[in-house]
């Protein structure tokens, strides 16, 4: 998992970045690496057929594949912006900025949105750019497009809105945190009124009309004898049920806010580092051993937890009817019993790692992989 220092000057962050990467690598060596668990042949109990597919370039970022409606708005690394017909595959208009993209993409179905390597913010209208700007430190989560504003929040814990016609900033905010950050992309989303928003570990509630704090609530407590012990970040995606926001702390906890009133409901122990996904019962999340973990959402009590998928880099789930679609390492969807984590069915794509946390768009199962697959599936 990539990490920085924050707050440091622009031009140290890539030697930074390389340094903590090179550490991880260390740590998590091939050599050291537990065999992944063996995949038994399985019957399918449930059907679902590929309805289309289609080919960009390598996704190598922290994407956010976006959902209007039947619209699928997404972007490569190399700079390719596109939107898509969720039901089809027809491909809706592309743009290719020429510059690396570090992320995206947020939408609102009209004005989408990614931030490139160079940190420039950049919007999009039917492909056509409409207006760029500067941003003061890179970006890793995809920005929020609401309200007719795009909402952005920088490594430097900057919180920042625009005007999502013209580009001029309304208002921005820094605020204090933690000396790292993760190189992922983290919680941003609208609940009601209120600009909810990962701060190091803790949720927060801002006012979207000028940015001042309404609540803070802490999902997990960091700890540890260094700065890398104790990086606790808040991941995406997100479960969310009405008022209620789930959301996992960096290898430390998962737990559920009101994002009304902004109080802690529960919190509990886990180790995992992509989001979650639920419904008004259940909060569902991968381990980074690849366990597969229910909760029950209202207290946080573990309702099960499966091993059948250990040590295959899994994606953040997505529950979608009975079951719940994970991705892995080895480009494999696994669809499992939101029951019980059985095994329902296994699909393959294209042997490359899932590389954004699949998602449903008008009825239609979408994801993506490393090396630039696009998949639509429909259960039948």
Not at 18 to 27: D, G, M, P, S, Y
């Amino acid at each position: 998992m990539n990490m920085m220092k924050m707050p440091l000057q622009q031009a140290l962050w890539p030697f930074i970045a390389a340094f903590f990467v090179a550490i991880l690598t260390a740590c998590s060596s091939t050599s050291e690496r537990p065999k992944p668990t063996e995949l038994p042949a399985l019957t399918s109990l449930i059907s679902v057929r590929q309805a289309w597919s289609m080919r960009v370039g390598e996704i190598a970022f922290p994407l956010t594949v976006n959902v209007t409606g039947d619209k699928l708005t997404l972007a490569d690394s190399a700079g390719a912006v596109m939107a898509f017909n969720s039901r089809t595959g027809k491909e809706l208009w592309r743009r290719q900025l020429g510059q690396g993209i570090s992320a995206g993409v947020g939408s609102d179905g009209t004005v989408a949105t990614v931030v490139t390597k160079t940190n420039d913010l950049v919007a999009l209208e039917d492909g056509a750019e409409i207006w760029r700007n500067k941003l003061s430190a890179q970006t890793y989560t995809a920005p929020l497009v609401a309200g007719g504003r795009v909402f952005v929040v920088t490594a430097d814990r900057t919180v920042s809105a625009y005007d999502g016609k013209t580009g001029r900033r309304l208002w921005t905010q820094q605020r204090p945190g933690e000396p790292l950050v993760l190189k992922q992309g983290g919680v941003l989303l609208a609940v009601g009124d209120t600009l909810v928003l990962g701060q190091g570990a803790r949720l927060v509630g801002l006012n979207p009309g000028n940015g001042t704090t309404r609540w803070e609530a802490p999902v997990a407590s960091p700890r540890g004898t260094n700065d890398v012990e104790r990086l606790a970040d808040l991941v995406g995606r997100v479960s969310r049920h009405g008022d209620v926001v789930c959301a996992r702390a960096f290898q430390a906890n998962v737990g559920c806010v009101n994002a009304v009133r902004g109080n802690l409901l529960w919190s509990q122990p886990a180790n995992g580092a992509e989001g979650l996904h639920g419904d008004a019962e259940r909060v569902f999340g991968t381990e980074a051993d690849g366990r597969v973990i229910a909760w029950n959402r209202q207290d946080g009590q573990k309702l099960w937890t499966s091993e059948r998928l250990q040590y295959r880099t899994l994606s953040a789930p997505l529950l979608l009817g009975r079951s719940i679609v994970i991705g892995d390492g080895n480009g494999l969807l696994h669809f499992l019993s939101r029951e019980d984590g059985s095994p329902l069915n296994r699909l393959a794509t294209d042997g490359s790692a899932i590389s954004a946390a699949p998602v449903l768009a008008d009825g239609t199962l979408v994801v993506t992989t490393r090396n630039g697959g696009v998949f639509g599936f429909v259960p039948d």
